[in-house]
């Protein structure tokens, strides 16, 4: 997947239209070059011209600064149902979008052939639901992005986002049925900490985080968020020195040589320090495909 330059929002790589604001993505789109063939008072009276006059304003844009001007459709939810068939065997380069979905239920209901892929997203949901009901209450809320291609591939983002006063823990799932797109993205920021005890990463601290983890791809001895933790206790010795600057203080924060999937980073904030724990992991398709 790839981000559209435009809106900023996730899209598949073979996208030629963002579907969420029709901006074109093809490559090597260039406006076409002009040279000043009119004074400098021709474009005074001229800009003034356009700003009283809209409609006329975006021909002329289009003609004289040689725009193009998009005539391609966005990519919305089709008003009736498409069958998806058996999966071939994905050609990233030349696959396109040809539906999008932003919602489970409008998926579900009008793509035919989904119910299995469906099935598993309500299962991982539910199950999600559960681990949530054995803390205090959290709020939850859901996005979702389904793109459909030419080769039958679905391209699939889901977004999870649980909310206390104090504490946020962010789940991204992004995946394909192929298996090319895979990928998932875990934080948690708590706020309101006092002190660097109150940080540290003990056996039973983040215990939700924890369990988020396990439910997505059943990595039980939590190796790389436990190893983490071992590495930013020990930040302890120098923590008093840089309380008052802080920055990107942690382990993980940019590229380096470490292998682990976890980092963990404490930003100063208004009241006491703030704690950002990202966990980055593969989708147990298994689960989902």
Do not use: W
């Amino acid at each position: 997947m790839k981000q559209c330059p435009n809106c900023k929002k996730n899209i598949p790589d073979s996208a030629k239209v963002c579907p969420h604001c029709g901006n074109r993505l093809e490559k090597g789109y260039k406006p076409m070059k002009r040279t000043n063939t009119f004074s400098n008072s021709f474009y005074i009276i001229l800009a003034l011209f356009l700003i009283f006059s809209p409609m006329i304003s975006t021909m002329l844009f289009g003609s004289l600064l040689g725009e193009a001007v998009s005539t391609e459709n966005v990519i919305n939810t089709p008003k009736n149902a498409i069958t998806l068939g058996s999966l071939k065997k994905a050609d990233i380069k030349s696959e396109h979008t040809e539906y999008y979905f932003g919602s489970l239920s409008d998926f579900k209901k009008l793509v035919t052939n989904s119910d299995k892929y469906v099935d598993k997203i309500e299962k991982f949901e539910n199950d999600l639901q559960d681990i949530i009901n054995k803390y205090e209450k959290i709020d939850l809320k859901k996005e979702y992005s389904f793109y459909v291609t030419d080769q039958n591939n679905v391209y699939t983002e889901l977004s999870y986002e649980l909310n206390t006063d104090n504490n946020e823990i962010i789940i991204d799932l992004s995946y394909d049925l192929s298996g090319k797109t895979n990928g998932v993205n875990i934080s948690q920021s708590i706020t309101g900490l006092k002190d660097f005890e109150s940080l540290k990463v003990k056996e039973d601290s983040y215990p939700l985080i924890k369990e988020i983890i396990t439910l997505i791809n059943d990595d039980k001895d939590f190796k790389s968020f436990n190893e983490a933790g071992k590495k930013f206790n020990d930040l302890e010795n120098s923590f008093s020195e840089r309380s008052n600057n802080l920055g990107n203080y942690g382990i993980g924060v940019n590229a380096s040589a470490d292998d682990s999937k976890t980092s963990m980073r404490v930003l100063s904030a208004n009241e006491g320090y703030r704690f950002k724990i990202v966990y980055r992991t593969k989708v147990n398709l298994d689960k989902l495909v």
